[in-house]
Nanobody, 118 residues
Framework: QVQLVESGGGLVQARGSLRLSCVAS????????MGWYRHGPGKQRELVAH???????NYADSVKGGFTISRDNAKNTVSLQMNSLKPEDTAVYYC????????????WGQGTLVTVSS
């Protein structure tokens, strides 16, 4: 019924930039909060950035100043602009959304791999 699809991952050199996008589709009544998580090698999943339905944002301390999360409610999309990338940013990045269909649901995307080389 509801699907999140991430795109934009790839290989980039340190200090470079990437922009990730996530599109939600299906019988969605509304989308509440959306966020980006990542799961790097040898690490647990962590929250990278979060944005509320009203546009309020939160970031992990490690990405403040370099990453920017944004959303386009008309297009049901959330993006993550990643600047000044570091090798430690290498991870699979997952889009997450808390949304409403006939009930409140939490939905995850399939993930997109970001590899930052030195």
């Amino acid at each position: 019924q509801v699907q999140l699809v991430e795109s934009g991952g790839g290989l980039v050199q340190a200090r470079g930039s990437l922009r990730l996008s996530c599109v939600a589709s299906g019988s969605i009544a509304s989308i509440n909060a959306m966020g980006w998580y990542r799961h790097g090698p040898g690490k647990q999943r962590e929250l990278v950035a979060h944005i509320s339905s009203g546009g309020s944002t939160n970031y992990a301390d490690s990405v403040k100043g370099g990453f920017t999360i944004s959303r386009d409610n008309a297009k049901n999309t959330v993006s993550l602009q990643m600047n000044s990338l570091k090798p430690e940013d290498t991870a699979v990045y997952y889009c997450n959304a808390n949304l409403e269909v006939d009930r409140e649901l939490e939905v995850w995307g399939q993930g997109t791999l970001v590899t930052v080389s030195s």
